[in-house]
């Protein structure tokens, strides 16, 4: 016998028409949940009481996931968290960093139409992420989504109008569903030997992702990562990791972390990653102390600068550990 905890926090997934238009319907989605249950397979389903549309997720949410899942971490072999596609990749990637040695299957899974609609694709994401949470050796978090588990911190949305929303584009699927589920069990990470350690996420940090773009672009980011305004950032640059040598710029990411905060450089394309020295451009931002971050998500990126940075990590404690692959965000 498997005990499941799923914890329903909004989304599509259980939604229902109103006069103005989706909206979540507390209640729909237990009682929809029902028919999975087997002598086998027990469940319980905790409904938060405000039903988000993932777009509105906040650190206060995520704490209260994190405040859920390390509760109850003993009581269950493995979770289930409902979730709007929105901002999905983000909590997947908060979560894989933030629960670092939780050591239990936390699955993360929603849909692109509600259950209540004829042609929901909410019934196999939920078939798949029930059984991808009875997996005794999957240690991670994960994205189940039409027909394939991904690492929840390489994934990321990628189609708002099909099914197929979720990829991870620089990481191979950890299972595809078929009519047998083929497991890539070798793919998946192995336990890291780290002690589970719950915490909470600072929600006063401030943490943004800023994207390049020719002309005036790199002046105005410069000014904003010189003033007092952020404790972290993903800058999301050109190509391998590119960027105009633009003074104002490189001061400016020179002067975050000199402040004690970090930013990581990324790239705007979705297969590739950034590759100091691949070409000249990309060194100035490398001297001016931008961390490398390699092929990170820029939800990644977003979720492991806001928990290490509430873990109290600051200047080059905090730039060493961004550079290391701590959850397998990093090819
Ligand atoms: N806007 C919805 C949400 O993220 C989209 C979805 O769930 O598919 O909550």
């Not at 229902?16 to 238009?21: A, K, N």
């Not at 002046?219 to 952020?230: H, P, W």
């Not at 002067?255 to 297969?271: C, D, E, I, K, W």
């Amino acid at each position: 016998m498997t005990r499941l905890l799923v914890l329903y926090t909004g989304g599509t997934i259980g939604m229902d028409q109103t006069p103005d238009g989706l909206a979540p319907k507390p209640g729909l989605l237990p009682r929809l949940l029902e028919r999975f249950l087997k002598p086998d397979l027990q469940f319980d389903v905790v409904e938060y009481p405000s039903l988000i549309d993932s777009s509105a997720i906040t650190p206060a949410h995520w704490n209260q996931l994190l405040g859920d899942l390390s509760r109850e971490r003993d009581r269950y072999d493995g979770f289930v968290v409902i979730h709007g596609t929105d901002t999905m990749a983000y909590t997947a990637s908060l979560l894989a960093f933030a629960l670092r040695g939780f050591g239990k299957p936390v699955v993360v899974t929603g849909s692109q139409l509600p259950l209540v609609h004829p042609r929901s694709d909410g019934w196999s994401n939920i078939a798949d992420a029930l059984e991808a949470a009875c997996q005794r050796d999957l240690a991670e978090v994960v994205i189940a989504f039409d027909r394939l588990l991904l690492r929840g911190c390489r994934a990321r949305k990628l189609d708002a109008a099909g099914f197929s929303g979720f990829a991870s584009p620089n990481a191979a699927p950890l299972a595809r569903f078929g009519i047998q589920a083929d497991w890539r069990r070798e793919l998946w990470r192995k336990p890291d030997g780290d002690r589970f350690v719950p915490m909470a996420l600072d929600e006063r940090l401030r943490v943004a992702c800023l994207f390049l773009t020719p002309g005036h672009g790199a002046t105005l980011m410069g000014q904003m990562l010189a003033e007092d305004r952020l404790d972290g950032a993903a800058l999301m640059s050109y190509g391998n990791g590119n960027a105009p040598a633009e003074p104002a710029l490189l001061d400016g990411v020179a002067a975050l972390s000199a402040r004690g905060g970090a930013v990581l450089n990324l790239t705007q394309v979705t297969v590739g990653a950034v590759e100091v020295g691949a070409y000249a451009a990309s060194q100035p931002l490398a001297r001016a102390g931008a961390v490398p971050g390699a092929d990170m998500t820029p939800e990644a990126a977003v979720a492991k600068l806001t928990v290490l940075l509430s873990q109290g990590l600051r200047g080059e404690a905090l730039r060493a550990r961004l550079a290391e692959n701590l959850a397998g965000e990093i090819s």
